[in-house]
């Protein structure tokens, strides 16, 4: 059984910071790109950053460009999204997600293509 289970979601005061982390079981993630969804409440899901299957190439949404920064760890088959400078419109649910296609050398913003989600981990940035 496939899956994706994100942690370190929290309640952090305005230009704080957090790490979330998604560990992925059932099947080796290292030949997928991965990404990070947040969805606030009443809202469609965004994306908010994805990763290649290399970890050399990585993509943001502009409003968290210089802030927040992915990675990933395939030994552990971990990503994480670090995410400094918090503001209170990054309230949201985070998601990470699993691309469906091997070696994608660009991470794609769209949640289409990837067929593993996890949970969610609640994220709240008060002012």
């Known amino acids: 059984q496939v899956q994706l289970v994100e942690s370190g979601g929290g309640l952090v005061q305005a230009g704080g910071s957090l790490r979330l982390s998604c560990a992925a079981s059932g099947r080796t993630f290292s030949p997928y790109a991965l990404g990070w969804f947040r969805q606030a409440p009443g809202k469609e899901r965004k994306f908010v950053a994805g990763?290649?299957?290399?970890?050399?190439?990585?993509a943001y949404t502009d409003s968290v460009k210089g802030r927040f920064t992915i990675s990933r760890d395939n030994a552990k088959n971990t990503v994480y999204l670090q995410m400094n400078s918090l503001k209170p419109e990054d309230t949201a649910v985070y998601y990470c997600?699993?691309?469906?296609?091997?070696?994608?050398?660009?991470?794609?913003?769209?949640?289409?293509?990837?067929?593993?989600w996890g949970q969610g981990t609640q994220v709240t940035v008060s002012s």
């Open positions: 990763i290649s299957w290399t970890g050399a190439n990585t």
């Open positions: 997600a699993s691309d469906s296609m091997p070696a994608r050398m660009v991470p794609t913003s769209s949640p289409n293509p990837y067929d593993y």
